[in-house]
């Protein structure tokens, strides 16, 4: 049974047992409502206290449910059940309490919560918004502009903040449930007043607390629906009798459960679920790290060592000399010194990080590293001559990453004698704050190698994407198709900031050429010399960006990019200089202007299609894997389901209609592409990893 009751005394100890996470299944919420008739009927009992066998409270929605209708008893019944009994219901939290797991523990009495757990209501990052009473009783618990911040954001808050914001009433360091116990029969001699029987606080008026929100909402998520209707339904419970805001809520939850955005969403929740996983490893246990090194204290290093810091994982810094060794040791600092300005770090926290983290320039001093991650300049000569060293110093069973962005990790392992326990980290910038990692195996990596790669992304609370060896692997490589259509359209008449706020209203943080010049355009400058080098003059083209940089119009950080900028001031101002560049380099009939969806219906479909490519040849196993690779290395919006999703969603005859007719051979459709098209099928054939070899 998934319910199960135990008398204690004049309690009745209430347990949940649905595994992995007690999600919110029909079984669960039948055995809930039993419960409560049960309770109530007791006459022994007086108060009851729910509680949750195994890792967690209740984690949310049963997601074997998602995009059926919903069968009775419906949550928010059962939740007005367990509030509106005579007896008091007190929530014993561990793990996690989310969504419809923190409404319940909202329609009970109180709440006792373990250190460790994680409380939050997070459906809008799921397309929909709490549909059993979190918008109208969250607020009348903790006051409507904390409770507006957990809901737009959808982000889970500690059990410490929790308690110091009025959500839980106590907060236990190990088992919950006899503080629990505790307070039920303490509530049970004066009974509180049930959150919706309570008056809701609204914010002051004039403030313009909700315009601002809307506002705020509107600039950083254009398109995106749910966090509209949760502010929405916020503001309702702040204006309208409880039942009346109750009812609003739910109708928006009903109407977006069943909306392309939803679905879109409940797709990256479940590819995200997957990420890391590989059936071929199935039996292979990851090697335990207890200490790692990196090579090179720059940027990138910095932030993949604050990320290892945080995972909890002695780190040490190698550098070439005592000069660039402090300079890295003092970007890791300001790392954590940020965290703490910023509130995200308690003090105490960020110097127990600093306890974990040393620095030296003797490789020798690396000897006793499980694993060494190199983050050197991207140049093959030096990340050789980085791995020769580390061969010599490492003990046998240490692995040897590279953070190589394009590079091939093969060439860079024949400096080694150990090739097997090399693999490729790609983290993204800023190391400490992005969550993709990309994830390359040599042909030669031992699977216990790759089982700890994948293993270790999780553990650095990131998303982990085993990727095949190419120029660039999945992301850079779709990333420099996107740059190459983008360059195109200027030369056939578009203006940067056209096309940047083309990809902004599609969904895009920033557009293509607003984020080279944050990042830098000499960087993907190198490459092309690189690859034009190397023979490979299609994936080298951009003549706009070289020109740029043959002119020092680096981005941001020189003053000028493909756009100006003044000190002090970062907004991209139009440049007369790339007006003239790009004038000079247009054709007599390319003269012409684009709209958004114009613009959109150029770039989106090169991608996809490079994607396709991508796909056929190996390098990503799933249309799910570049999905995530997209939205969180490349700002893809999530909410449109990643980029081969939305090439479901778009029709795969329409993405291909968008290709045939272009003049560059290199946007030939793939013949994957045309093959599925013939065939009448989608991506979403494609979406299972392959299966372990017999």
């Known amino acids: ?51 949750c066998a195994g890792r967690t409270f209740i984690a949310g929605a049963d997601i074997r449910e998602f ?75 903790i006051g409507m502009e904390t409770a ?58 004039g403030s313009g607390f909700w315009e601002g929100r809307e506002a705020t909402l509107n600039a950083k998520g254009a398109g995106q629906e749910a966090p509209l209707a949760a502010l929405k339904a916020l503001r309702s419970a702040a204006t309208r009798p409880f039942d009346e805001a109750m009812g609003i809520a739910r109708s928006a939850f009903l109407a977006l459960r069943d909306s392309t955005q939803a679905k879109a969403l409940r797709h990256v929740f479940l590819v995200e679920r997957g990420a890391g996983s590989d059936p071929t490893l199935a039996d292979i246990p990851p090697r335990p790290i207890e200490s790692c090194g990196v090579v090179g204290g720059g940027t990138m290093g910095a932030g993949i060592v ?43 926290l960020a110097e127990a ?35 020769r060293t580390l061969d010599k110093v490492l003990k046998a069973d240490a692995i040897i990453a590279t953070n190589t962005s394009y590079l091939d990790p093969r060439e860079i392992a024949t400096a080694t004698t150990r090739p097997d326990r090399v693999i490729g980290l790609h983290f993204f910038s800023p190391a400490h704050v992005m969550k993709l990692l990309e994830v390359v195996p040599l042909p030669e990596t031992a699977p216990d190698v790759l089982a700890t790669a994948l293993a270790l992304g999780k553990r650095l609370r990131k998303i982990p994407v085993r990727t095949g060896i190419c120029d660039g692997f999945i992301g850079n ?28 209203a599609f969904g895009f943080p920033m ?38 940089c043959d002119l020092g119009r680096l981005g941001q950080k020189t003053g000028g990019g493909w756009y100006d900028y003044r000190q002090g001031d970062r907004h991209p101002h139009p440049s007369p200089t790339v007006e003239e560049l790009v004038a000079a380099r247009r054709t007599a009939t390319s003269d012409r202007t684009f709209s958004a969806e114009e613009i959109q219906n150029r770039i989106i479909p090169a991608m996809v299609n490079e994607g396709f490519h991508i796909l056929a040849e190996g390098i990503a196993r799933t249309p799910g894997d570049i999905d995530l690779v997209e939205i969180h290395g490349y700002g893809f919006p999530r909410w449109r389901g990643g980029l081969m999703y939305h090439a479901d969603q778009m029709g795969l005859d329409r993405i291909r209609g968008a290709l045939v007719n272009r003049a560059d051979p290199s946007l030939a459709p793939s013949p994957l592409l045309d093959r599925l098209t013939k065939e009448g099928r989608t991506l979403a054939d494609l979406n299972a990893p392959p299966a372990a070899a017999e």
């Not at 903040?161 to 029969?185: I, M, Y």
């Not at 004066?190 to 309570?198: N, V, Y």
């Not at 420099?480 to 902004?504: F, H, K, N, W, Y």
């Open 353 to 387: 990080r600093r306890a974990l983290f040393s620095g030296t320039t003797d490789a020798r001093d690396m000897a006793d590293r499980d694993l060494v991650i190199e983050a050197v300049f991207e140049d093959l000569d030096v990340k050789r001559t980085v791995f």
């Open 1 to 51: 049974m998934v319910v199960t009751l135990t008398r204690d005394g004049d309690l009745m100890v209430v347990t949940v047992d649905n595994p992995p996470v007690n999600a919110l299944s029909q079984a669960l919420r039948q055995g809930l409502l039993d419960a409560v008739a049960t309770v109530e009927s007791d006459p022994k009992v007086r108060a009851a206290v729910l509680h």
């Open 511 to 548: 557009g293509p050429f607003e984020a080279q010049d944050l990042g830098g355009l000499d960087i993907a400058h190198l490459d092309r010399r690189r690859l034009a080098a190397s023979c490979a003059p299609a994936a080298s083209w951009a003549p706009l960006g070289d020109a740029l």
């Open 148 to 205: 507006t911040e957990m809901i737009l954001s959808g982000k889970p808050i500690d059990a410490e903040r929790a308690r110091a914001k009025g959500l839980v009433d106590l907060v236990t360091e190990g088992d919950p449930l006899p503080s629990a116990r505790t307070l039920a029969r303490s509530l049970s001699e004066t009974p509180p007043h049930p959150l919706s029987r309570r008056p809701c606080p609204d914010v002051e008026d």
């Open 306 to 348: 604050a990320a290892l810091l945080e995972a909890g994982l002695p780190t040490r810094l190698l550098e070439r000399d005592e000069a660039t060794l402090a300079q890295g040791l003092n970007r890791v600092g300001r790392i954590l010194d940020g965290a703490v300005t910023k509130g995200r770090l308690a003090p105490e």
């Open 67 to 141: 995009g059926s209708p919903s069968q009775p008893p419906h949550l928010p019944d059962v939740i007005a059940a367990i509030e509106g009994t005579g007896k008091p219901w007190v929530a014993a939290i561990h793990g996690s309490a989310l969504g419809g797991g923190l409404e319940v523990a909202l329609g009970c009495a109180g709440r006792v919560a373990r250190a460790e757990s994680r409380l939050g209501l997070p459906e809008v990052t799921l397309g929909v918004i709490p549909g059993a009473g979190g918008t109208v009783r969250l607020p009348r618990l």
């Open 477 to 504: 490589r779709i990333l420099r198709i996107l740059r190459r259509e983008a360059e195109s359209l200027l030369l056939e008449g578009a203006t940067p900031s056209q096309v940047d706020a083309a990809m902004r």
